[in-house]
């Protein structure tokens, strides 16, 4: 059985400041996919990351980073200098490898105080 | 590639009525997938289709839900009769193997009164 937990439900933080958003995954498969996707206010979901469990190397993109640790089942997302336009739900997802289905935390909504 | 395309974007029908959902998955991509979206139980796969076959529909609630994908380019989810209890955002999202994660219709947000 696959489980996300993202036990952050609600986070408010002044522009500007850094932000991280944690994701813990339970998995019993050796190969599986981990996600992060973005879900702004007006509703629609964006894909912003994908990991794979062979790749542990963190990511950055711009303002946004992403620590992979498999020793504790973590798959964190930190926004640097957060800004108002970062305020949405953001939701950590995995899939095992070789099947189709993903399987959703219960997102951490963020908002971003001007 | 215009993305996934999800119809209607809104729906307001009252309870007892048949609702259709419709969704044009990206073109190319061999996996469908429906989800509904609540505050109560946030993201929830209802089903998903490969090659136009319905793989896993152990997340449709009840008979009430139907999925049908007649086509590589088109999928309907069908409530019949519609409760209040379903009014949520129903979500389709379309992949590929090898794709980096799905890509996400606008979604459908259904009201029953």
């Known amino acids: 059985a696959q489980k996300v937990t993202q036990a952050q439900t609600e986070i408010s933080v002044v522009e500007k400041e850094d932000v991280t958003l944690d994701c813990v995954y339970e998995?019993?498969?050796?190969?599986?996919?981990l996600f992060w996707y973005k879900q702004p206010p007006s509703g629609e979901l964006v894909f912003l990351i994908r990991r794979n469990s062979f790749d542990e190397q963190n990511e950055i993109s711009g303002r946004y980073s992403w620590n992979f640790q498999k020793s504790t089942s973590s798959f964190n997302f930190t926004i640097t200098a957060s800004q108002v336009v970062d305020s949405a739900v953001y939701f950590c997802?995995?899939?095992?490898?070789?099947?189709?289905?993903?399987?959703f935390g219960t997102g951490t909504k963020l908002q971003v105080i001007p | 590639d215009a993305g996934v395309i999800q119809s209607p974007r809104h729906e307001v029908t009252e309870m007892g009525q048949e609702v259709t959902l419709r969704c044009k998955p990206i073109?190319?991509?061999?996996?469908l997938f429906w989800y509904r979206q609540t505050m109560m139980r946030g993201l929830e796969l209802l089903i998903y289709f490969n090659n136009n076959v319905p793989i896993d529909d152990s997340g449709m609630p009840e008979d009430r839900f139907s999925a049908k994908m007649p086509n590589a380019s088109f999928s309907t989810l069908k409530i019949q009769p519609s409760e209040p209890r379903d009014s949520a955002v129903y979500f389709c999202?379309?992949?590929?193997?090898?794709?980096?994660?799905?890509?996400f219709g606008s979604g459908t947000r259904l009201t029953v009164v």
């Open positions: 998995t019993r498969d050796t190969t599986y996919y």
């Open positions: 997802a995995l899939r095992p490898g070789g099947y189709q289905k993903v399987t």
């Open positions: 073109s190319g991509h061999d996996y």
């Open positions: 999202a379309s992949s590929t193997v090898g794709d980096y994660g799905y890509t």
